[in-house]
């Protein structure tokens, strides 16, 4: 006798789905946003290619407005970019202010995380289409002579606030400073 085995295959990954799910976190599929973001393009430097500091990047956002921190009323449509560099960015809905959360040293300055804070946690704010980095810092415990470093730019809305949960990255592979 022989057992017919497909029609229990939909059911399973149906059941496999759903636990996978349940263990996100997740408690409806409408909480994950799967479309693709293409309102961003890097311009330069192409994607995966040999760059030495320092590094100019630049790219070109269409379908949104750029607008300075504290410039006009938090909307979805408006407001300006921050690049986090070799570091996860902050989570959707967070605000930047999250990059300076559990330090001690932000704990009890109500300007932190300023600019100079930001900027030794490899987080820069901007309104350009472009960011100039003088130096990008080694990967720590990364001892190959070239590295590849991530570069991913978010949306703020003028409050600080992060955008939706787009993402554009550009990786680039540059030496070690320790070794040029």
């Not at 994950?32 to 590094?55: I, M, Q, Y």
């Not at 970019?81 to 009890?108: Q, S």
């Not at 995380?113 to 289409?129: E, I, K, S």
């Amino acid at each position: 006798m022989r057992w017919n085995h497909a029609p229990w295959r939909p059911l399973a990954l149906a059941l496999a789905v759903a636990a996978a799910v349940s263990g996100c976190g997740l408690t409806h599929l409408s909480d994950l946003n799967f479309r693709v973001d293409n309102r961003l393009h890097f311009d330069s430097p192409k994607d995966r290619s040999l760059v030495r500091a320092p590094v100019t990047l630049s790219w070109t956002m269409r379908d949104f407005t750029v607008a300075a921190p504290g410039s006009a009323a938090p909307s979805h449509d408006a407001g300006y970019f921050v690049v986090f560099v070799d570091r996860a960015p902050i989570k959707p809905g967070e605000m930047l202010t999250a990059v300076g959360k559990g330090d001690p040293t932000c704990a009890n300055d109500p300007k932190c995380p300023d600019a100079t804070y930001l900027h030794d946690h490899r987080v820069y704010p901007t309104t350009q289409n472009q960011l100039r980095l003088d130096q990008v810092t080694d990967i720590a415990g990364d001892r190959e002579k070239v590295q590849l470093h991530t570069f991913m730019v978010i949306l703020v809305d003028t409050a600080g606030r992060r955008i939706g949960e787009s993402a554009w990255e550009l990786d680039l592979r540059m030496h070690r400073v320790s070794t040029v």
